[in-house]
């Protein structure tokens, strides 16, 4: 299971992340109403890289609060919807969006 590095660069700023180049990494940063969730994932800048798969999809999983590589993929290729994301986010317990976030 993989995912396209441009999927990830062009569909999480859709999902309500914010795109953050630092360094040697490009930050994605889940916000809610201006404030960070929590939930984040990063790439690395290298263009050598085409597909994010294996180890790599298990990290931006526990990144981004999912429970499995599929929910990254479906996240990532837009099965997921911003609000399926954002309801799976309250569910586990990760925000609640009374809560005044950090």
């Not at 180049?21 to 800048?45: C, L, M, P, Q, V």
């Not at 399926?84 to 009374?98: A, I, K, M, T």
């Amino acid at each position: 299971m993989k995912v396209a590095r441009r999927d990830v660069e062009s569909n999480l700023p859709k999902k309500g992340f914010r795109k953050n180049k630092s360094g040697d990494h490009i930050y994605f940063y889940h916000e809610w109403n201006g404030r960070e969730t929590g939930a984040y994932t990063k790439i690395s800048h290298t263009k050598k890289m085409k597909d994010i798969g294996g180890g790599l999809l298990t990290a931006m999983k526990l990144q981004l609060k999912l429970e499995a590589n599929k929910q990254v993929v479906d996240l990532v290729t837009c099965p997921m919807s911003k609000e399926e994301y954002l309801e799976w986010l309250v569910e586990q317990r990760v925000f609640s969006p009374g809560d005044q976030l950090p």
